[in-house]
């Protein structure tokens, strides 16, 4: 595709329930990262894939916290039990590979709200 | 550990007047520094990265080890400069970690 898909871009949820957000790369892209975009918080970085692996989870904040990615392609990030304060904007972004000299695409972002 | 900090989270300036984005960043290496920029209903990028040596959009940041600093800078100021900029570092090897922001509002 011409950049990097994330689907839904909003989700109202209710506290508890868990919450699924998909993110489709730029079509040959190695490497996908997940932020998380709060009010006052800045970017938070959550995890990155190189292919399918995550050599780097040390962002999820919790254990509630999980994502994956399948055939090096599209990445799901699950949330379970949500909270409140896992309202917030999910970015996903992708670049050719894992190297700082690669320019990182972001997607338009997953608008969680859970009320 | 690495990390970035954006002293400002809202900076106003009239359009025409000069504008300095702040960023200081730790880090023991040598980082690569960015500005990324996240214009109203538009998705986040990049903006300038230091070894590019770039100006775009009028706007030039410039690495300063001493200080450990990058500040964005801008003489003449724009309307459609108002977003939110984020100054981001990696180790090459890492991440890219993110400040928490600056929104740039340009005063017409």
């Known amino acids: 595709g011409a950049g990097v898909s994330q689907s839904p871009s909003n989700k109202v949820t209710e506290k508890g329930k868990d919450v699924e957000l998909r993110c489709d790369p730029i079509?040959?892209?190695?490497?996908l990262y997940w932020y998380r975009q709060s009010l006052g918080q800045g970017l938070e970085f959550l995890i990155y894939?190189?292919?399918?692996?995550?050599?780097?989870k040390s962002g999820l904040p919790s254990d509630r916290f999980s994502a994956e990615r399948t055939g090096g392609s599209v990445s799901t990030l699950t949330i379970q039990r949500t909270q409140q304060e896992d309202s917030a904007v999910y970015l996903c972004?992708?670049?050719?590979?894992?190297?700082?000299?690669?320019?990182?695409?972001f997607g338009e972002g997953s608008w969680l709200t859970v009320v | 550990a690495q990390r970035v900090t954006q002293p400002e989270k809202l900076l106003s300036v009239f359009k025409g007047a000069p504008v300095e984005l702040k960023c200081n960043y730790s880090y023991s290496g040598s980082p690569e520094l960015f500005w990324y920029v996240q214009y109203s209903r538009q998705r986040l990028q990049l903006l300038l990265r230091?070894?590019s040596r770039e100006s775009i959009k009028g706007f030039t940041a410039d690495l300063n080890k001493g200080e450990t600093s990058f500040h964005l800078k801008k003489p003449f100021a724009q309307e459609e400069d108002s977003a939110m900029y984020y100054c981001a570092l990696t180790t090459g090897a890492n991440n890219l970690f993110f400040g928490t922001g600056t929104r740039l509002t340009v005063i017409p």
């Open positions: 230091h070894i």
């Open positions: 079509s040959g892209h190695t490497a």
């Open positions: 894939f190189q292919g399918n692996s995550a050599p780097d």
């Open positions: 972004a992708s670049s050719l590979a894992h190297n700082g000299g690669n320019t990182i695409y």
